[in-house]
């Protein structure tokens, strides 16, 4: 029996199987994406040189490939189930699956290389994706431009024959189209309208179309051509979009000043490589009796952290997936014991009670999903340290209530307009505990270059209960004065970022950064990495360029202010220092600095910096030493040995 906290008291964070949840709390989605590049002269050519730095200096193709290439390093990690393929198209040369290994005879699409099988990505496939970037030679033979047009049509049947063979019972399924044609099909109407049949095949299928378009300096991509026939916007009903593309994707550019072909497809392709993952699917949303829609809960801010997804085996030649299998055994006997023979029990005055699973699940039980509105209230009622809690992302769906869309649309509308929040009794899912929710209408949030960041929709606030609360403690606080603030005021214009916007993105966590680059070095095989690279380092060089003199002439003026109120204060401030109590009264006294051990250490300290081994000290030593000197002892020993450094270089 094991003794647990009864059911009620328990923090329920399971799911039901049938829903395969994977480790991030999100529905397990498995994804197949499958890269379209075309290879012709215009993609194969390198931009003009405009004298700048930061000018590309690469082909549209090398760059897509790069972008295909850091996908499938970061997928052998962070997705191992997902599969990533590479189509070209418009080669001189054709590949396709032999008859061997297809079963089906030999299928020829003339201009279309399959360079990577639609697959879970191997160490083997990420070698030889990294040798056609990086190898010219092995480039010159492969990424050869056909000097016929290649069909549209071919390579979308091409396609659904790679996802129907490879991948045909996949959840998520999508075709990433990179190509600088707006028009391959201008003077062929037949091929044009073959291609628009070969794309609602794709359709009907579940396969998704992304295009990326690359535009020129001396001419914009023009979707309106060719490709808004074969490629649909997006829909409450896909499964990969939750909220409409209320904004045209910006083309990529290539060619200009500041503006890298390679990072903006990157940006691009990262925002759609991952399909947003249901929380929870078609739950109600109670407006008023008997007036329900249905509607599909999304959580988009969550802490990002390293999660275990499978056991390695690194005792054989090769890392492998091990997989693992767990049994419980008896005590007494050491025999293998049955699920239906374990039962919990839980203490109630000193004694055990044990419960059924049926008995567990109705204590548990405390009604079906629902979102079920109770009141309205205006949204300056709710205060900023209500939220506690990552909240909710919830957009219609259609499944459940025909006619929810539109239901949720009017909804969200007059809630935006009148500034109001629904006050909800929310139950995301079975076997959770309900709490009192705020659903707030948010706004759609674009960023520079008109990339949706921020979908618009509703927002699911959990509230805090009474409990949750804490008051802050009391503390004497005294105003800076006038002065002070001033010369702060200074500092901050001086060190604030371009265009006073911090983007979260530029600065990815340090420490799970280093996770992915080991596991990524063990499955390529590669050398083990010295150091992680940690952006977010402050740049102490540009920060004393800046602000340097003004930081050192406030903390001369703090150091007035603070001597100045010192001596304002009467002898029973809480600024003076109280005597030692009795119970400290027979502790030694710190060492001061007429101490003649603490002398010698400085001594000691001396001669190592010296003879720069100040990082052979130990701990205790250099504490001791910044103690003496009458500075900051706190922090880890690289801290304390720069600390020690900094102390002779001034001198």
């Excluded at 378009?213 to 001396?218: A, F, M, T, Y």
């Excluded at 005021?489 to 280093?514: C, F, M, V």
Aim: overall charge negative.
């Amino acid at each position: 029996m094991a003794d647990e906290p009864p059911p009620w008291q328990q923090q329920d964070d399971t799911y039901e199987e049938e829903e395969d949840i994977d480790e991030t709390g999100y529905k397990s989605v498995k994804d197949a994406v499958l890269f379209a590049i075309e290879i012709s002269e215009s993609m194969l050519t390198p931009p003009p040189s405009t004298g700048s730095k930061k000018a590309d200096k690469e082909s549209p193709a090398t760059a897509a490939l790069k972008c295909a290439y850091h996908m499938m390093e970061q997928r052998i990690i962070s997705n191992p189930r997902d599969m990533i393929g590479i189509l070209l198209y418009g080669t001189k040369e054709s590949k396709f699956y032999g008859e061997e290994e297809s079963g089906r005879g030999n299928l020829s699409y003339p201009h279309c290389y399959l360079f990577t099988d639609l697959d879970v990505p191997a160490a083997d496939d990420v070698k030889k994706l990294r040798s056609l970037v990086h190898d010219e030679e092995e480039a010159k033979q492969i990424l050869v431009p056909s000097k016929e047009r290649v069909s549209m049509s071919n390579v979308l049947f091409c396609a659904n024959q790679i996802f129907s063979s490879k991948a045909p019972n996949f959840s998520s399924r999508r075709l990433f189209i990179v190509t600088d044609n707006d028009d391959p099909h201008s003077k062929d109407k037949g091929l044009r309208s073959a291609a628009t049949v070969r794309a609602k095949d794709l359709y009907d299928l579940g396969v998704i179309i992304e295009l990326f378009p690359i535009s020129r300096p001396d001419q914009e991509f023009d979707r309106s051509k060719f490709f808004d026939d074969i490629i649909y916007r997006a829909s409450p009903t896909d499964p990969e979009a939750p909220a409409f593309a209320t904004s045209q994707t910006k083309s990529s550019t290539s060619g200009g000043d500041g503006i890298s072909l390679l990072k903006s497809l990157l940006s691009s392709i990262n925002s759609k490589s991952v399909p947003r993952r249901a929380l929870f699917s078609n739950v109600p949303l109670e407006i008023g009796p008997d007036f329900k829609i249905s509607v599909t809960g999304y959580l988009l801010f969550k802490r990002q952290e390293p999660a275990r997804s499978c056991y390695v085996w690194l005792g054989g030649e090769e890392p492998q997936i091990a997989k693992g299998m767990t049994t419980q055994m008896a005590d007494d006997s050491a025999r293998e014991v049955e699920k239906w023979e374990i039962r919990k029990a839980y203490k109630f005055g000193g004694e055990q009670i044990s419960f059924t699973q049926d008995e567990q699940a109705s204590l548990r039980h405390f009604g079906d999903p629902t979102i079920r509105i109770i009141g309205f209230k205006p949204l300056s009622a709710l205060p900023i340290w209500a939220s506690i809690k990552h909240p909710t992302f919830i957009y219609p769906s259609e499944e459940g209530f025909v006619g929810s869309t539109r239901v949720f649309s009017a909804l969200y509308q007059t809630l935006l307009k009148k500034k109001k929040m629904a006050l909800v009794w929310f139950v995301p899912r079975k076997n959770a505990a309900p709490v009192m929710a705020a659903m707030i209408p948010g706004k759609e949030k674009l960023d520079e270059d008109g990339e949706q960041m921020i979908p618009q929709g509703m927002w699911i606030l959990p509230l805090p209960f009474a409990d949750d609360i804490r008051q802050n403690p009391e503390t004497n606080l005294i105003t800076a004065p006038e002065t002070l603030v001033d010369k702060m005021r200074t500092i901050i214009q001086l060190l604030q970022l371009p265009k006073a916007h911090y983007d979260p993105q530029r600065y990815p966590n340090p420490s799970l950064q280093w996770h992915y680059r080991i596991l990524q070095a063990l499955a390529l095989d590669e050398d083990l990495p010295e150091k992680p690279e940690d952006k977010t380092i402050p740049k102490y060089r540009q920060i004393d360029k800046r602000a340097g003199d003004h930081v050192i002439d406030w903390g001369e003026e703090l150091e007035a202010q603070y001597r100045q109120i010192e001596a304002e204060q009467p002898a029973t401030s809480t600024l003076v220092k109280r005597p030692a109590s009795r119970s400290q009264e027979g502790k030694p006294s710190k060492r001061t600095k007429t101490d003649p051990d603490a002398a010698g250490a400085a001594d000691e300290v001396r001669m190592h910096y010296q003879k720069g081994t100040v990082n052979k000290l130990t701990v205790a030593v250099l504490k001791e030493f910044l103690q003496f000197q009458g500075l900051p002892a706190t922090g880890k020993k690289a801290e304390l040995v720069e600390r020690v450094e900094e102390y002779f270089e001034k001198k």
